[in-house]
Nanobody, 122 residues
Framework: VQLQASGGGLVQAGGSLRLSCAAS????????LGWFRQAPGKEREFVAA????????YYTDSAKGRFTISRDNAKNTVYLQMNSLKPEDTAVYSC????????????????WGQGTLVTVSS
């Protein structure tokens, strides 16, 4: 599966952005999908994930209550709605697909899209 993320940009603190990740391939619904981010000088970190059917979602603590991950298997797209953005959310956000049950570790995601930069100004 090939992934392509979009939707990043510059936003003021408190604002919102919606990231999208479009996938090619007919097996999109077979994968758990995740969003990860990497800030300058920091390691890549887990942000959110959604299971194949969309029935379960998972978030890092800092994203809970502010971010929402969703997917549309008919459109082969996963989304990350980000509200109440903070300067510390500034990072390159990447989407990834996994067929492994370990959803938090980026090492278990076999497919990655290119990142999209999110910059939150204070």
């Amino acid at each position: 599966v090939q992934l392509q993320a979009s939707g990043g940009g510059l936003v003021q603190a408190g604002g919102s952005l919606r990231l999208s990740c479009a996938a090619s391939g007919r097996t999109f619904s077979s994968y758990t999908l995740g969003w990860f981010r990497q800030a300058p000088g920091k390691e890549r970190e887990f942000v959110a994930a959604i299971t194949r059917s969309g029935g379960s979602t998972y978030y890092t603590d800092s994203a809970k209550g502010r971010f929402t991950i969703s997917r549309d298997n008919a459109k082969n797209t996963v989304y990350l709605q980000m509200n109440s953005l903070k300067p510390e959310d500034t990072a390159v956000y990447s989407c990834a697909a996994s067929d492994n049950s370990n959803i938090y570790n980026p090492k278990f995601y076999g497919y990655w899209g290119q990142g999209t930069l999110v910059t939150v100004s204070s």
